[in-house]
């Protein structure tokens, strides 16, 4: 593979002058151009994943296939004039609309049903001037649901059908609606024809926009890199539809360690591996093929979770088990889940090479699950804070080719702010392989970190993008609940960003790093 640098940067947290309070799928290309100009050739967001109301964390999403409605780029919408923006705004609108875009964080509260208010006025305008009519739009949707038709019909029912519930769980429902008998889903599509057609279209306007930024991304020469979480939540299209493929009754997590003398209990559903064995893993499949069509590689999130499961009966007093139990059947279920995986990737191939899948295999692996991934040829990651033997750092020029390497992650600080939190045995290593002189800004410091990431022998090097910037700020606090994660966003517009001379200067120091790497 060849060498490049890359930037984490979440699609909320993407910042234009025009965007809506969030960042929206149309800004990735000008987010692309300007990560350009630090070297950068590849972009890595986190999950898109539509979300309920109420819901922020991106791996709490309610669909594994839909993109939520909020990222739309309203202005680029077809069916929708300047004169339709306004007036579905009003007055209020407007103003809410000034007050979002010069929010110091994403109000999702707020952002959504603005955006989904406007959104829902293209919709009509297409069902008027082209579903109606029978026009060679209407017939491109039309084409586009049966396409989709494995994952949207699923999303568009448990969507309409959670709406006539008032949000209550799929589990609280009369039992005909959980169990999806098939004359109540016949009757439900009759009696919701139109909000059906109306997520359909969103969907498919979204993908629409998806897949033109993603071709201005590649005339930019910047990869597309994605997140897929390890599993949906309980509460989701994905498992209401597919339940018998789910452990319902237990609670994944992880086991007891220092940290947690009970384990972690996660509240999500387990997967039932002998179940989805029964049509050779067609839902896993199914979600590898979509995320190919996203993305040129992607994160798989909590990867050994692939090999072994912990779980834990609901409400039940015992401590946990792993799912498979014993080393030979885990390291087969993992051999044989991501091997699936690969296949699909081969098979969906609309570039040469392939897209990537990368394993997020940190935290406590256990070794026949790093040999296995190393015979996948499956890349994993080298966090340097945490890459030590017998309490000394590991040298980043021995790190494997086939490896991601990076700072931090999007549950760490950045490195410009972790680095006060080091131990300072730590620090005094990295000091010296990173030639830093104590009598260094903390912005020459920063470069100087960088340039030690930017020479290690793996392939991709990570940053966080506030490592780019040169500021302090977190994207999630592990462990924590509140307004504080998954809503930062740039410091200011990209415009405003692209002509600040003081950071001009600095991406260009920055690209010099990438230069003079390899990368």
């Keep these: 593979m060849q060498r490049k640098a890359g930037v984490v940067l979440p699609l909320f947290s993407i910042r234009t002058r025009h965007d809506w309070g969030i960042g929206q799928i149309t800004d990735l290309p000008a987010c692309a151009s300007w990560l350009r100009t630090a070297g950068q050739r590849l972009l890595q967001i986190l999950p898109p994943h539509e979300l309920s109301t109420g819901e922020t964390s991106p791996y709490g999403a309610l669909t594994a296939f839909g993109i939520d409605p909020i990222y739309a780029g309203l202005e680029a919408i077809e069916d929708l004039s300047a004169e339709d923006v306004e007036k579905a705004l009003g007055d209020e609108g407007r103003s809410t609309l000034v007050r979002l875009r010069s929010a110091e964080r994403v109000d999702y509260d707020v952002v959504r049903p603005l955006k989904i208010r406007v959104f829902r006025t293209a919709f009509e305008a297409f069902h008027a001037r082209e579903w109606e009519r029978g026009t060679v739009r209407a017939k491109r949707l039309a084409d586009f649901m049966e396409r989709e038709r494995s994952w949207l019909d699923d999303l568009a029912l448990y969507e309409v059908m959670r709406e006539a519930h008032r949000g209550w769980s799929w589990t609280t429902w009369p039992p005909d609606e959980r169990d999806r008998s098939p004359s109540v889903l016949h009757s439900a599509r009759d009696d919701h024809a139109r909000r059906i057609l109306e997520v359909s279209y969103m969907q ?93 590689r992607f994160r798989l999130d909590h990867v050994v979770g692939y090999f072994r499961q912990w779980v834990k009966i609901k409400n039940g007093r015992d401590r946990g088990r792993f799912d498979p139990e014993g080393a030979d059947a885990q390291r087969a279920r993992g051999v044989r889940v991501l091997g699936s995986m690969l296949e699909e990737l081969r098979a969906a191939a609309q570039s040469i090479p392939p897209p990537r899948a990368i394993a997020e295999d940190l935290g406590v692996v256990p070794p026949f699950a790093r040999e296995a991934l190393r015979k996948l040829e499956m890349p994993g990651y080298r966090v340097l804070p945490w890459e030590k033997d017998d309490g000394i750092l590991r040298d980043a020029q021995a790190f494997p080719t086939a490896s991601v390497v990076s700072w931090s992650t999007h549950d760490t600080p950045p490195i410009t702010a972790w680095w006060d939190e080091l131990p300072e045995r730590d620090r005094t290593q990295f000091t010296e392989r990173a030639g830093i002189d104590p009598s260094m800004s903390d912005d020459a410091r920063s470069l100087a970190l960088l340039r030690y990431l930017y020479g290690a022998r793996s392939d991709l090097a990570l940053t966080l993008v506030q490592e780019l910037l040169g500021t302090r700020d977190r994207i999630n606090t592990p462990a924590t609940v509140g307004p504080q994660n998954w809503s930062w966003r740039l410091p200011r517009p990209i415009e ?22 390899g990368r």
């Design 204 to 296: 498919w306007t979204l993908l629409e926009q998806w897949d033109a930024a993603r071709a201005r991304m590649r005339q930019t020469d910047v990869d597309l890199m994605g997140d897929i979480p390890f599993i949906v939540g309980a509460e989701s299209a994905d498992v209401w539809s597919h339940a018998s493929q789910f452990q319902l009754h237990v609670a994944l997590g992880a086991p007891p360690d220092d940290f947690s003398a009970d384990g972690q209990d996660w509240g999500l559903p387990a997967y039932d591996w002998l179940a989805m064995e029964a049509d050779d893993l067609a839902w896993i499949r199914a979600r590898t093929r979509h995320a190919a069509r996203l993305y040129d």
């Design 496 to 517: 405003d960003l692209a002509a600040d001379g003081r950071l001009t200067a600095r991406f260009e120091a920055i690209r010099g790093l990438v230069d003079a790497s």
